[in-house]
T-cell receptor, first 113, second 114 residues
């Protein structure tokens, strides 16, 4: 079955540091890949997505590239801010009749001033 | 501003009781899914509805059931509540069946079973 493995947290960084959160996946087909963010007390918000190999998703300074050869979709940001503190979830969906999202366990990110 | 609204936001129930959680999606969002998120875990897929019919189900027992209505609202019903059902329940919807649009999630209902 499908699975998503995320870098274990929590992760604590200083403001303006470089961020990488690793994500690898296992899927039988050609999934779409997503990063969702969850702020305290809220639901999930779609941060970015990529639907095919070598696609790069980007939003709010965050980027992730769909790497089929390494089955990875690592999240990066060049300079984090305190407001980026949240829990980040990597997820995949195979679509075409199997559209459920399979999530990783989440990575809690805390940015200190 | 999220286009998916869930109610109630918090709920406390006793073991063995039944509960109904509600979700209101954006107009045109014909696909709605429900997820269970236990504390410190990623969301787990419960089931999905497309145009009022269930078209996918995760590893949850039959006491978890749902309905989707023509007005883009939906319900999650859980019978015979167990302590392990305590979790955040998330509703998510999207405008069509294509996976690459991404879901819009509600803020969830936090259910506590005592």
């Amino acid at each position: 079955g499908n699975s998503v493995t995320q870098m274990e947290g929590p992760v604590t960084l200083s403001e303006e540091a470089f961020l990488t959160i690793n994500c690898t996946y296992t899927a039988t087909g050609y999934p779409s890949l997503f990063w969702y963010v969850q702020y305290p007390g809220e639901g999930l918000q779609l941060l970015l997505k990529a639907t095919k190999a070598d696609d790069k998703g980007s939003n709010k300074g965050f980027e992730a590239t769909y790497r089929k050869e390494t089955t990875s979709f690592h999240l990066e940001k060049g300079s984090v801010q305190v407001s980026d503190s949240a829990v980040y979830f990597c997820a995949l969906s195979e679509g075409f009749g199997n559209e459920k999202l399979t999530f990783g366990t989440g990575t809690r990110l805390t940015i200190i001033p | 501003e999220t286009g998916v609204t869930q109610s109630p936001t918090h709920l406390i129930k006793t073991r063995g009781q039944q509960v109904t959680l509600r979700c209101s999606s954006q107009s045109g969002h014909n696909t709605v899914s429900w997820y269970q998120q236990a504390l410190g875990q990623g969301p787990q897929f419960i089931f999905q509805y497309y145009r009022e019919e269930e078209n996918g189900r995760g590893n949850f027992p039959p006491r978890f059931s749902g309905l989707q209505f023509p007005n883009y609202s939906s319900e999650l019903n859980v019978n015979a509540l167990e302590l392990d059902d305590s979790a955040l329940y998330l509703c998510a919807s999207r405008p069509d069946r294509a996976a690459n649009y991404g879901y819009t999630f509600g803020s969830g209902t936090r259910l506590t079973v005592v």
